[in-house]
């Protein structure tokens, strides 16, 4: 049976034969685009569970099976809703928790699974109607070379206390799932659904721990993550933080940034995510961020803090929705290379198809960011330093690439700002294509009257369309004569004859990634 999350044909993220509207703006007749639809991309050919063919049981038995797991147990659920498991501690090592029929087990209401023991397998498990027992979500990973594949978290959002504290007006931070430990995975699983706040994944530290983390995500969807659904946003004095953490993915935290993480998001779709600024927050070094494709998404991959990260191989489709934006970054050694973005309509001086930001510490002069230094702290801006972009592709977005000039704030909570930014310094451009033909998009934007790139490099760059509040005409290595491009086989638009743009990429769909099953309301 073929399964379309969408009705009818959708083309650059507007519905066949309907007019656009304001969240989505419509590129011009006769502009060439990709031919992604996203009628192929939620198209699969998954078995359908309907929420309610699963009957409640009793769940006593079940929550005594898994306190008392002994080492190298295997655990076979049969179908049922489990409900209120509450918060439980599987200290047993090589163990393998699995549903008998895949999607047809769940576990509902509150609960909290924290894996305590090594080699630990939960797989074909569905967690809905309900919330995490505790704000670190519905799974905790503590030990090592865990993983949680073919499972499903669907609109795990309920049950739990929601309402902002008496304090400040803030709404707490609910994950689904966090990781600690090592080299634990998430392996196709379909998390859909977070209306509330709170990271979806949060990778973490603990105390102490400066080595790496080693973890792996992969080929899981991420659907329908949605901010304000509970109205966060209307207590305007505690706008600020209650627009923070809707991350899909948070890899780190500013304390623990220094440290390596080692973590590899790969072959992940991330569809219609549109929780805060930040998609996938790295804020930890030594990450690979690899071969994802985002979709319509109000939201961008950001390298916050940490060093040497990877960002390569990424399809990222705006299709003119309000706030959709690319790649932006931060701190030391980044690599972001042959990623093809396209029509991303953020504005401003932090969203961008790739968006070098500016920083507030004094590279040149040796100055990081430090818990010893009052002001500049770990939780502030390392400005870019030693950065590659190459290879990639920006295509028809309202900033193509964008030099910001973005005075930070002091803190989340204090509006005063910075006195003094830093733009990057020794950023190496080369075999980028920056295209920009639509009305009101740029092919560069720049800030050479507030913070000029410092000793930038460019070598076989194309760049055609509008250079504003930038001059590079003294540089040899760019070229402002307008390109040939051709849609090629994987649908995605590239040049011809030219060594420029991102080339080989793979456009994911629903039939590619996630659990083998599908939930329906």
């Known amino acids: 049976m073929k399964i379309s999350l969408i009705a009818g044909l959708v083309t650059l993220g507007l519905m066949a034969g309907c007019a656009p509207t304001d969240q989505y703006a419509k590129a011009p007749e006769g502009t060439q685009v990709n031919k992604v639809s996203i009628e192929n991309l939620v198209a699969h050919d998954k078995s359908v569970i309907a929420a309610n063919s699963i009957k409640a049981v009793d769940s006593a038995q079940l929550k005594n099976q898994l306190l008392n797991l002994a080492d190298g147990a295997e655990l076979i659920i049969e ?42 397998t939960i797989d074909g498990v569905v967690f809905s109607e309900g919330g995490p027992a505790e704000r670190m979500g519905g799974i905790t990973f503590r030990g090592n070379n865990n993983t949680l594949q073919n499972s499903t978290f669907f609109f795990f959002n309920d049950k739990y206390a929601y ?57 899981n969807l991420f659907y329908d993550q949605k901010h304000n659904r509970y109205e966060e946003f209307e207590i305007s004095d505690a706008i ?14 500013s304390k623990s940034s220094i440290f390596p993480s080692k973590t590899t998001i790969e072959g992940n779709l991330f569809y219609e995510c549109d929780g805060e600024t930040e998609l996938v927050s790295l804020k930890s070094g030594e990450n690979v ?36 934006g690319g790649i932006r970054l931060y701190d030391e050694g980044q690599i972001i290379r042959n990623n093809y973005i396209e029509r991303v309509m953020g504005t401003g001086n932090v969203r961008g198809g790739i968006a070098i930001n500016t920083g507030i510490t004094d590279v040149q002069n040796g100055e990081r960011l430090s818990t010893e230094v009052k002001g500049k702290g770990l939780n502030k801006q390392a400005t870019p330093n030693k950065v590659i972009v190459e290879n990639n592709t920006v295509i028809n977005s309202r900033q193509n690439i964008l030099y910001s000039d973005k005075k930070h704030r ?75 491009l051709k849609v090629a086989e994987n649908g995605l638009l590239e040049a011809v004859d030219l060594n420029v743009g991102a080339k080989g990429l793979k456009v994911l769909t629903m039939a590619d990634v996630g659990a083998s099953y599908t939930i329906q309301k």
């Open 79 to 120: 179908p049922g809703k489990y409900a209120d498991l509450g918060r439980l501690s599987i200290t047993a090592n090589n163990v393998v928790i699995k549903a008998k029929e895949p999607g047809k087990t769940w576990f509902t209401g509150l609960v909290q699974l924290n894996l305590m023991g090594n080699n630990i």
């Open 163 to 219: 309402e902002p504290d008496r304090k400040r007006d803030e709404y707490p931070k609910y994950l689904w799932l966090s990781l600690y430990g090592k080299n634990n995975q998430l392996l196709n699983n379909t998390f859909e659904g977070k209306h509330k706040r709170g990271t979806l994944i949060g990778i973490q530290k603990a105390k102490g721990d400066e080595t790496a983390d080693n973890h792996l995500i992969k080929g």
């Open 240 to 253: 600020r933080y209650n627009s923070n953490s809707w991350e899909a993915i948070r890899v780190g935290d």
């Open 289 to 324: 961020l690899r071969g994802n494709t985002v979709i319509n998404s109000a939201s961008m991959i950001s390298i916050r803090h940490g060093v040497n990260n990877l960002v390569e191989d990424n399809v990222i489709i705006g299709n003119g929705k309000r706030y959709s």
């Open 410 to 484: 002091v803190s989340l909570y204090d509006n005063t700002k910075v006195s003094t930014v830093f733009a990057a310094v020794d950023t190496q451009f080369r075999n980028n294509l920056s295209y920009a033909t639509i009305k009101k998009t740029l092919a560069v934007k720049g800030n050479d009257e507030v913070a000029k790139l410092v000793n930038p490099t460019y070598e076989n760059e194309v760049y055609f369309g509008e250079l504003q509040n930038v001059d590079l005409s003294s540089f040899n290595g760019v070229s402002t004569q307008e390109p040939e």
